[in-house]
T-cell receptor, first 116, second 111 residues
Framework: EAGVAQSPRYKIIEKRQSVAFWCNPI?????LYWYQQILGQGPKLLIQ????????DSQLPKDRFSAERLKGVDSTLKIQPAKLEDSAVYLC??????????????FGPGTRLLVL | GNSVTQMEGPVTLSEEAFLTINCTYT??????LFWYVQYPGEGLQLLLK?????DKGSNKGFEATYRKETTSFHLEKGSVQVSDSAVYFC??????????FGKGTMLLVSP
């Protein structure tokens, strides 16, 4: 089966500009996750969707970050306006259903963002 | 809250050496434990997992045992290869929370 797809792979922007990332999960996977991975650190969950509803967005900086999954399939993560500290790799992952003890998340290749 | 602590890298080994990467955790409830691997330029891949105490996860020659008494999940491999060079992440999840990752440990294997 096809894996999690993400685009673009790389993006360079100036601070205060806006940027959007796209993710297409594995077909049939109900749950979609966006993570932020800052250099030298492990991924940190930003938002989790179950179908097209938000399950957890407690660590999403809502003043500048937004995400949607309108039809319960692909998803877009937006940053507006970007700050220097947003430079990171943004990872998308999906799983068959709500994560639990047995569930496995499958990760995409990530989008590397550099804010100048 | 949940947290994962793993040894700092880089870990530098010669081919065929024995590998141990330490991982300890703090969690509420009964977590599942995972090791993910990230090869250069690629996304995270699940390497192995264990869902209850004393379980051993294994894959591609790597193994880790879920030790509840020491809250540990150390990754081991008897003989590493150059192709094992990557960043390894220990992680946990619980019934009510998604993945919490450690900071990652870089492994460099030389011929």
């Amino acid at each position: 089966e096809a894996g999690v797809a993400q685009s673009p792979r790389y993006k360079i922007i100036e601070k205060r500009q806006s940027v959007a990332f796209w993710c297409n999960p594995i077909s049939g996977h109900a749950t979609l996750y966006w993570y932020q991975q800052i250099l030298g650190q492990g991924p940190k969950l930003l938002i989790q969707f179950q179908n097209n509803g938000v399950v957890d967005d407690s660590q999403l900086p809502k003043d500048r970050f937004s995400a949607e999954r309108l039809k319960g399939v692909d998803s877009t993560l937006k940053i507006q306006p970007a700050k220097l500290e947003d430079s990171a790799v943004y990872l998308c992952a999906s799983s068959r259903r709500d994560t639990g003890a047995q569930e496995t998340q499958y990760f995409g290749p990530g989008t590397r963002l550099l804010v100048l | 809250g949940n947290s994962v602590t793993q040894m700092e890298g880089p870990v530098t080994l010669s081919e065929e050496a024995f590998l141990t990467i330490n991982c300890t955790y703090t969690a509420t409830g009964y977590p599942s434990l995972f090791w993910y691997v990230q090869y250069p330029g690629e996304g995270l891949q699940l390497l192995l997992k264990a869902t209850k105490a004393d379980d051993k996860g294994s894959n591609k020659g790597f193994e880790a045992t879920y030790r509840k008494e020491t809250t540990s999940f150390h990754l081991e491999k008897g003989s590493v290869q150059v192709s094992d060079s990557a960043v390894y992440f220990c992680a946990l999840s619980t019934r009510y929370s998604t993945l919490t990752f450690g900071k990652g440990t870089m492994l460099l294997v030389s011929p």
